[in-house]
């Protein structure tokens, strides 16, 4: 509502004196400000803030009257009464000295301003004031209250009388009002009242009340009351005084005229505010303005007696302060906004406490943007710092700086879903944020913004995500600054507006009005000056569509008027259409097509609007409707808060029967003093259902009586839009009732259009508490925005010893933050509360899809536990199981109930669980639902809540789910968390995660957390590109500790069995992929698990289903024989075994090479493979020995060292020329110089390209090679090299085969196995036949190796390391011959191969059968 911004102003006094400032006291237009000194009367200007003179008084003078003590002004600041200690009132005059400014502002020459604007002087500059003691009246007593009334003065005195003094200081020969003779009673009903029945009695405060005619006093023993003249005249005979009976301890007094509220002040630090009950007269306690121990513990109980109570001048809040300090500001009807006596206000930065604000008197500025304080503090520090008491002091006044809401000058704005703050000279907003986020200037975005919000209106009523996130959004504003030119002129902004997509906002000063679009970022301001400063809006302002509705007065023709302008045409009166109005606007709203203005003789009417496109622009037009006289409801036009036509009306059959006529069907809305009152459409009478009735007919159907609502009610929020899915929510009617919280007036819908219950309420008014003050309603959204004020420090600025204390350090530096509140949950608990389970069901289930619902129902579980579950006192009738109950209907069940459990503590759990079930039937669930990382953390709850072998059970059964779905990271945890049940540490349960990767569906993600046995040299590539030398050991974490320490552990064994048991099944599945997923991801000892189940789980049994199954998971393309040229290689049989030597020593062919492998997978990246290619040694010599400088015209040659496109994501290499050479068949001529490629041989290149599988499935068939070659598992070794169709590892098997170890058995298997695949390649899958006719020569030679071993050895693992010695050598050397000649036996790379034997067997000496720590460098 109002929000305090910076840091306050010290406003200097430019005089010096011996005597700090006493009160404060605005006039009644808030422009002047008397400052009173025990011998000084000051005036102040407001804007600039300055003084503009001074009257002391005569020391001779002073002895008589006695030093100042209260002032007055009189309504018109014509004249200021001054009353004395010693019981006199001087008068002044307060004149202005014509045509002379004390102030005048300079402006550069050249500058644009013009100087001939009318009023121009007047607003800009401070007037030149006279201001002289007119008269002196002395009565004989101290005067403890002075009181302006309408043309009279009202003065009481210590001896009990009550003074009615005329402003020329006449007693009108009246005689003084003893009190004793007035009558007191506690209503207006009793037929005599009591007199106060003491000497000695006498009014300590007073304020006059004019929508009460009364005025509310405080007696100087603590009673307080209101009285009010029974009739015109103003005698004992014919007052009467009314007591609040509660009140005994009042200290001061202040009335609220629009809202009709009376703020006593009592010692004991509380507020206490009263009405006057309409019926009987009685003074009624409408609410308490405290301070609670559970906000402000070390302060709410010692704050002292309550000092100065001041509202607003829009009456929406007040401000009060103690005696020992500090201010406080509240909204009308009890909201606490903003409180001096905590956090930063009350705290310096290093902790120590501050001295709380001590004020001797404070009043609002004009339209509350400032509040005017004297400190008490700074007045005494200041004359006691002095080097001497008679030195003369500057002393200062402080001015508190505000923003506030839109809402509380211009209501209409309540039926859209901006908040819009208004500063004296900016606007806030919160729209317009996806624009901030990306480019401040971008008015694309805002267009985008504009899309996103008209679909939210207007399609389905439904804001997406990111449409609601542009509302919500950051925490910052979107400021606007206004226009200087227009507000040098019209100071202060009293009206602002936006409209409904929030792109445009008006604003209203003193005169006229401009605008502004945040589109074009420009603001548009009247062109004739004079139009402008003809006319004062009254009533407001509202847009409707692109349309500004104004209700204004032509100061020229002096007529009301009704004002509709354009936004896109000039701002002019030529452009406006203008409609005459009978008496003054008050308020004014728009309703869908209907404007509706409250009037100042309490009627209200109702006017269409239309648009018309005929002329170059298009214009709006205004017609009457119906006018409708409220006199008989309403006491005072004044007292009407908001006016605002609404479609929501109680239920009755015809929204069932004519369902088009009762959207259509308009109720007014009025909120009057803080009671909310709806008048209906009747429809009893006969209805006009005629077709060709026009619209205007039907809109003229008379009101019924109104109905009161709801009291202490401060805003309204509805809307005209409409969503059948969230009706609910739509035709809800939103309240804001301060202190209270807020309502909801929410219908109720029969289920599947059954006929309602005849007993069931129509609409049902459901209170709830949320925690910020709400400024605007998100309807779809279920969500409420608001503000909050935040403060910031900055003592450490300054040092704390200097002579006059900073502002910086005495006072934070105030923000004001956006800030938003779900209030789903409040709503659905308070329907279940009222046994309305079905309409809280349709009601959640319309709002499921939005993103926090799960948010809503945990919040609601939450709230309810902690109330019932820490209740001292039984519950006769608890919610939680209705509430439970209600819970399982959503599938968020499980999660829910987790959720809440662990956010709670252990206490409450039994609680719990008692309403919504044993969590091992929860877990059991999740486990069938597939969810388990939900079933994760109900074992944390079980682990609590049951003995270990449970939790073990339980998990167990998770674990090999888990591995199962392969869910690794909970896996990881699953292994931690059964050890921790092991080894007695059950104390502290291991996290959960909450969100599972889905690592199974990508590669085996092995650098993590394990490395192959390979080395290699990036000799290549560029050092700082790319060198990345990782040595990757053990997993680290739990899952790897498992290996090396507590091996011996039962517990570890029961883990292993679990893993070995998983594996067994993957393999007998033929899940490869996954399998080396589960031990990259779990540093599973495959290559140890693979020696021993070699001739049981890790043989294969049929080779044609495990190819076909692997060509499956490994998305790799089975191949295909080309048939698109007479002139292919293969038809033509022209296989080529041999490559000639000056190939492989030619530079073009090494380009060649690159080249395919470059263009053949772009995105795959190049690297160097750890079974053998091309090394740094070898390219080095191949480029020597070149055949010279034209041979480089061939081929365009790719640069080698591109060290950015290196993948540093795979560790095994990639040769990608494997597909052409290691296909054994070739197109190379013999005298390659004149090498040239035909069409078919291209041709045949790109189909070889197309039987690739993509790069990651050819890293992970690599890396599984790798380790079925060091297990030994040379059938597998052999379907892999099917697949990626490599002869090279297919003779690398079999010359590894031929030694003496291999079993028979696996040397009989694996001929088996291939001469299936040759059957089956023959019938089903040609593209094989090629691969297997180059192989077949080997095939023959194991065939009599197999025939000649008599008696198969075992292979010994212990035997492994030499095995592999044999395996590193061998590839190396077969593949970079492969590479470039299809015979085995020629070895052209002998002198790198020995290299990197070397390495390999450093690498197995030094750890033969530790799998998990290679050391991998990745090149």
Request: proline share 5%; charged share 20%.
């Amino acid at each position: 509502m109002y929000f305090l911004s910076g840091w306050p102003k010290r406003l200097q006094c430019p005089l010096k004196s011996l005597e700090p400032p006493l009160r404060i006291q605005a006039d009644l237009q808030r422009t002047f400000f008397a400052v009173l000194s025990p011998s000084q009367l000051s005036i102040w200007y407001n804007r600039p803030s300055v003084l503009i003179i001074s009257y002391r008084e005569l020391p001779r003078a002073m002895s008589q009257f006695g030093p100042y003590d209260q002032v007055e002004w009189r309504p018109d600041s014509t004249m200021i009464a001054v009353s004395t200690a010693s019981g006199y009132i001087l008068f002044f005059n307060v004149s202005s000295a014509r045509d002379k400014y004390l102030y005048e502002p300079v402006y550069p020459k050249g500058s644009p301003h013009v100087k001939s604007t009318p009023h121009f002087k007047e607003e800009q500059c401070a007037p030149s004031l006279i201001l002289e003691k007119k008269q002196v009246l002395d009565l004989q007593a101290s005067i403890t209250s002075l009181q302006s009334m309408l043309e009279d003065l009202l003065v009481a005195t210590v001896d009990g009388l009550l003074h009615l003094i005329h402003w020329n200081g006449m007693t009108n020969g009246r005689k003084a009002i003893n009190l004793c003779t007035v009558p007191f009673s506690v209503d207006l009903h009793s037929s005599r009242g009591s007199f106060l029945g003491f000497e000695d009695v006498h009014i300590r405060d007073m304020e006059y009340c004019a929508t009460l005619d009364g005025f509310a006093v405080v007696f100087n023993d603590g009673r307080v009351g209101f009285i009010t003249p029974m009739s015109s005249g103003f005698t004992a005979e014919q007052l009467h005084g009314i007591w609040a009976q509660d009140v005994l301890d009042g200290t001061c007094v202040a009335v609220n005229n629009k809202y009709r509220l009376m703020a006593f002040g009592c010692a004991n630090g509380s507020v206490q505010v009263y009405t006057i009950d309409n019926t009987t007269g009685a003074m009624q306690l409408s609410h308490k303005l405290e301070l609670t121990p559970k906000q402000y513990p070390d302060i709410w109980n010692k704050t002292g007696a309550v000092k100065l109570i001041r509202w607003s001048p829009d009456s929406c809040v007040v401000m009060v302060t103690w005696e020992c300090g500090g201010l406080s500001l509240w909204s009308v009807f009890g909201a606490q906004l903003i409180c001096t006596l905590g956090g930063d206000f009350a705290y310096q930065s290093d902790g120590t406490k501050k001295d709380p604000l001590k004020i001797n008197s404070m009043s609002w500025g004009s339209e509350g943007y400032h509040l005017w304080v004297i400190d008490a503090n700074s007045s005494r520090n200041s004359v006691a710092e002095g080097e001497c008491i008679t030195e003369a002091q500057q002393f200062a006044i402080l001015q508190f700086q505000f923003i506030k809401s839109a809402l509380t000058v211009n209501p209409c704005i309540s039926n859209q879903e901006q908040v819009l703050l208004q500063g004296e000279d900016r606007l806030y907003l919160n729209c317009g944020d996806a624009v901030q986020a990306q480019s401040p200037r971008s008015s694309s975005a805002h267009s985008e913004h504009k899309a996103l919000r008209e679909r939210g209106q207007f399609s389905d009523g439904n804001l997406d995500s990111q449409g609601l996130s542009t509302l919500l959004g950051h925490r910052h504003w979107h400021v606007v600054q206004i226009h200087s030119t227009y507000l040098e002129i019209n100071w202060p902004i009293r009206f602002s507006a936006i409209d409904k997509m929030g792109q445009n906002v008006a604003v209203v000063g003193k005169f006229g009005f401009a605008h502004y679009s945040l589109l074009s970022k420009k603001w548009k301001l009247f062109g004739n000056i004079t139009q402008e400063q003809n006319m004062t809006v009254t009533g407001g302002l509202a847009w409707w569509n692109e349309f500004i509705v104004i209700a204004c007065y032509n100061l020229s023709d002096r007529q009301e008027e009704l004002r509709v302008y354009l936004r896109t045409a000039n701002l002019d009166n030529a452009f406006a259409h203008i409609t005459k109005v009978q008496a003054e606007t008050l308020l004014l709203s728009v309703f869908r097509d209907i404007v509706i203005l409250f009037r100042g003789d309490c009627s209200i009417c109702l006017y269409s609007i239309e648009r018309k496109s005929d002329g170059p622009n298009p214009t709006a037009s205004i017609q009457v409707l119906q006018e409708v006289s409220m006199s008989r409801y309403i006491p005072h036009p004044f007292l009407v808060v908001s006016v605002t036509l609404t479609s929501v009306r109680t239920e009755t059959g015809i929204s069932l029967k004519m369902p088009q006529q009762a959207c259509e069907a308009e109720s007014i809305m009025l909120n009057l003093a803080g009671q909310l009152i709806m008048v209906q459409r009747d429809r009893s009478g006969p209805q006009i259902r005629e077709k060709d009735s026009s619209s205007n007919q039907r809109k003229l159907l008379p009101f019924c009586a109104p109905v009161v609502l709801a009291q202490s009610v401060e805003n309204v929020w509805t809307t005209c839009r409409s969503n059948k899915q969230k009706r609910h929510l739509l035709e809800a009617l939103w309240l804001s009732c301060g202190g209270s919280g807020m309502k909801v007036w929410l219908p109720l819908f029969p289920r599947d259009h059954r006929k309602p219950h005849s007993f069931l309420s129509r609409r049902i008014m459901l209170p709830f508490h949320i925690n910020i003050y709400p400024l605007a309603v998100l309807f779809e959204d279920a969500l409420v925005l608001g503000a909050v004020n935040d403060t910031v420090l900055y003592d450490c600025l300054y040092a704390h010893n200097s002579a006059i204390e900073h502002l910086e350090v005495l006072f934070p530096f105030c923000i004001v933050e956006r800030t938003s509140q779900i209030y789903l949950h409040h709503i659905l608990r308070q329907l279940l509360v009222r046994n309305l389970g079905e309409q809280a069901l349709l009601l959640a289930h319309s709002c499921a899809a939005l993103p926090y619902f799960p948010h809503v129902l945990e919040l609601m579980l939450h709230e309810v536990l902690e109330e019932e579950a820490t209740s001292r006192d039984p519950i006769p009738d608890p919610l939680l199981p209705t509430v439970a109950k209600f819970i399982t209907e959503f599938p968020l069940f499980l999660q829910t109930v987790v959720h809440c459990a662990r956010k709670t503590e252990y206490a409450l759990w039994n609680y719990l669980f008692a309403a919504v079930g044993n969590p091992k039937d929860l877990f059991e669930e999740c486990l069938m639902a597939q969810d388990l990382d939900t079933a994760a953390s109900y074992l944390i709850i079980l682990q609590n809540m049951e003995v270990p072998a449970v939790s073990r059970q339980h998990a167990t059964l998770l674990f090999s789910t888990a591995l199962e779905q392969g869910k690794w990271d909970l896996c990881r945890h699953m292994i931690r968390f059964l050890k921790a049940i092991g080894s007695g540490e059950s104390e502290t349960p291991p996290p959960t995660p909450t969100t599972q990767e889905p690592t199974s569906s990508g590669g085996f993600e092995f650098f993590r957390h394990r490395s192959i046995s390979l080395s290699q040299s990036g000799d290549n590539f560029p050092a700082g590109k790319f060198n990345l030398q990782k040595t990757l050991s053990m997993p680290s974490g739990p899952s790897g500790k498992r290996w090396s320490k507590d091996s011996d552990c039962a517990e570890n064994m029961y883990i292993d069995m679990m893993l070995w048991r998983h594996a067994r099944r993957l393999l007998e599945e033929i899940r490869l992929k996954d399998l080396g997923c589960f031990a990259a991801q779990l540093g599973f000892e495959l290559i140890g698990w693979l020696c021993k189940e070699r001739t049981r789980a890790a043989r294969v049994e049929d080779f044609v289903t495990a190819l076909k199954k692997l060509h499956n998971d490994f998305l790799w393309p089975f191949p295909i024989i080309p048939v698109c040229s007479i002139n292919s290689p293969l038809k033509n049989g022209k296989y080529r075994t041999v490559i000639g030597e000056h190939l492989l020593k030619s530079q073009s062919a090494d380009s060649f090479l690159n080249m395919e492998m470059d263009t053949g997978l772009p995105s795959a990246p190049r690297s160097h493979s750890w079974l053998g290619t091309i090394s740094s040694s070898q390219r080095e010599m191949d480029a020597a020995s070149s055949h010279g400088p034209h041979m480089q015209e061939a081929f365009l040659s790719p640069l080698l060292n591109k060290g950015d496109e290196c993948s540093i994501g795979s560790a095994t290499d990639l040769t990608e020329t494997s597909s052409i050479v290691d296909g054994d068949w070739t197109m190379v001529d013999e005298n390659f110089s004149t090498l040239s490629l035909t069409q078919s041989e291209l041709e045949h290149i790109s189909l070889e390209l197309a039987n690739k599988g993509p790069h990651k499935s050819q890293v992970q068939l690599r890396y599984l090679l790798h380790i079925f070659m060091e297990a030994g598992c040379l059938d597998w070794c052999i379907i892999i090299g099917l697949i990626l169709r490599e002869s090279s590892i297919i003779s690398q098997v079999f010359s590894l085969m031929q030694s003496p170890e291999v079993d028979g058995e696996m040397l009989q298997n694996i001929k088996t196995g291939l001469h299936a695949v040759d059957r089956w390649a023959s019938t089903d899958c040609l593209g094989y036949k090629p691969f297997l006719t180059v192989i077949k020569p080997q095939l023959q030679k194991l065939s009599e190796i197999a025939e000649e071993q008599v008696q198969p050895e075992a292979f010994q693992p212990a035997n492994l390391s030499r095995v592999t010695e044999q395996v590193s050598p061998r590839a190396e050397e077969n593949r970079s011959s492969a590479s470039h000649s299809a015979s085995p036996q020629s070895d052209p790379g002998s002198s790198t191969t020995s290299r990197h034997e070397d390495d390999m067997i450093g690498l197995d000496k030094e750890d033969p059968l530790q799998e998990g720590s290679y050391d991998c460098t990745v090149s």
